[in-house]
């Protein structure tokens, strides 16, 4: 869809997962054992016939650029379009609100054919397109679409959206019992988003572009766009791990990853996982790679993990590489990768605060 150009925006992903993000981005935080959370927004905008993708680093994005590289594992590896990490610009006064990235890389912007820029983050994860958003907002000739969804209990901190009889955004405050909220998600018309970028261009560093939209809803034209189906918000290790486990019954496994709606993620050769005869496993997601001695109940194991007979695992998230040694005891937690459990370890968490242990920087360890 070459009148549209997509921008995954990570300045204005703020959320912290403790030390999940103390070295990353929150883009690249893994999710679901195989995928990192940008694999949905990627895929969401090729899905939606987007090719031109601009990535909006903020800081930590390290293993953001390794994971996304070139693009290729997204088919974004082409002449025209493609993929493009844009890093922040650093001033003396800290750092910056998005409204400045989107005024600092204006040239990139302006070289595009598109109209139109379709802007999401990291944090609202679904496996859908954006087809109905981009129809409706260029039908309604709207200067803002936002996409929009119903809350949960789980998301009682999202924004709301009021709307007026003509279906025109008339407010956005703290979220409101039955009110739609606001995803992250949003399509503007390019000439409009100049205007707003260029007439606040003194304005003090921290200056958000969604706040921007907010201030002006009375002079813009904003509408709304339902998402339909599936979509949880990662904002805290707890709305993380509360997710991750939540995939662990097959109706919601399926409800995000539908039969015929790959997410496409950066590809990894790793042998079949390899099962002992002393491992029980019970309701659990088990990565290629992994060698499974112990038991491991109701938990998720992303690749190369490996898990000695003796130990045991619960209710827990295991990241890549790491190994969980005879005699270690890990209930309710997140274990980053390349970590180590000793015989000793003895690691219990709570279902509603999980105990998270950071990543160790080390050689990664390699299943025999």
């Known amino acids: 869809m070459n009148n549209v150009m997509g921008i995954i925006n990570l300045a204005g992903d703020n959320a912290c997962l403790s030390e999940l993000t103390k070295d990353r981005c929150l883009a690249a935080v893994p999710f679901a054992a195989r995928y990192r959370l940008i694999d949905f927004s990627l895929t969401n905008l090729i899905r939606s016939g987007i090719n031109n993708i601009a990535i909006f680093a903020r800081k930590n994005y390290r293993s953001l650029i390794a994971h996304v590289g070139n693009g290729a594992d997204w088919e974004l590896n082409k002449r025209h379009g493609g993929l493009y990490v844009l890093p922040p610009f650093w001033e003396e006064n800290g750092s910056l609100g998005d409204l400045e990235f989107f005024g600092y890389n204006w040239d990139y912007?302006?070289?595009?054919?598109?109209?139109?820029?379709?802007?999401?983050?990291?944090?609202?994860?679904?496996?859908?397109?954006?087809?109905?958003?981009?129809?409706?907002?260029?039908?309604?000739?709207?200067?803002?679409t936002l996409l929009s969804a119903y809350s949960s209990s789980s998301n009682a901190k999202k924004l709301a959206i009021q709307l007026d009889l003509d279906h025109s955004v008339t407010d956005i405050a703290d979220n409101l019992s039955g009110e739609p909220i606001f995803t992250?998600?949003?399509?503007?018309?390019?000439?409009?988003?100049?205007?707003?970028?260029?007439?606040?261009?003194?304005?003090?560093?921290g200056n958000f572009l969604v706040d921007t939209i907010w201030e002006n809803l009375s002079s813009l034209n904003v509408r709304t766009a339902a998402h339909e189906g599936y979509g949880s918000f990662i904002e805290s290790?707890?709305?993380?791990?509360?997710?991750?486990?939540?995939?662990?019954?097959?109706?919601?496994?399926?409800?995000?990853?539908?039969?015929?709606?790959?997410?496409?993620?950066?590809?990894?050769?790793?042998?079949?996982?390899?099962?002992?005869?002393?491992?029980n496993v019970n309701k659990s997601i088990i990565s290629?790679?992994?060698?499974?001695?112990?038991?491991?109940?109701?938990?998720?194991?992303?690749?190369?993990?490996?898990?000695?007979?003796?130990?045991?695992?619960?209710?827990?998230?295991?990241l890549d590489h790491?190994?969980?040694?005879?005699?270690?005891?890990?209930?309710?937690?997140?274990?980053?990768?390349?970590?180590?459990?000793?015989?000793?370890?003895?690691?219990?968490?709570?279902?509603?605060?999980?105990?998270?242990?950071?990543?160790?920087?080390?050689?990664?360890?390699?299943p025999e």
């Open 237 to 279: 290790s707890v709305d993380y791990f509360r997710e991750n486990i939540a995939l662990l019954d097959p109706n919601n496994y399926f409800r995000l990853f539908q039969p015929g709606k790959n997410v496409s993620t950066k590809i990894s050769n790793y042998k079949p996982a390899k099962f002992e005869k002393t491992a």
């Open 109 to 144: 912007i302006e070289r595009s054919m598109a109209d139109h820029l379709l802007v999401t983050g990291s944090s609202f994860i679904a496996n859908t397109d954006y087809l109905d958003l981009i129809e409706r907002h260029i039908e309604q000739k709207a200067d803002v």
């Open 322 to 366: 790491c190994r969980v040694k005879s005699g270690a005891y890990i209930e309710n937690a997140i274990i980053d990768k390349y970590s180590v459990l000793s015989t000793e370890d003895i690691i219990i968490g709570k279902s509603d605060d999980p105990h998270v242990i950071g990543k160790i920087d080390k050689t990664p360890v390699v």
């Open 184 to 205: 992250g998600v949003f399509i503007i018309k390019k000439s409009c988003l100049f205007d707003l970028v260029h007439s606040n261009k003194q304005m003090v560093g």
């Open 288 to 318: 290629s790679g992994c060698q499974v001695a112990g038991n491991v109940e109701k938990s998720m194991l992303s690749r190369a993990v490996i898990v000695e007979e003796g130990s045991t695992i619960k209710n827990s998230i295991i």
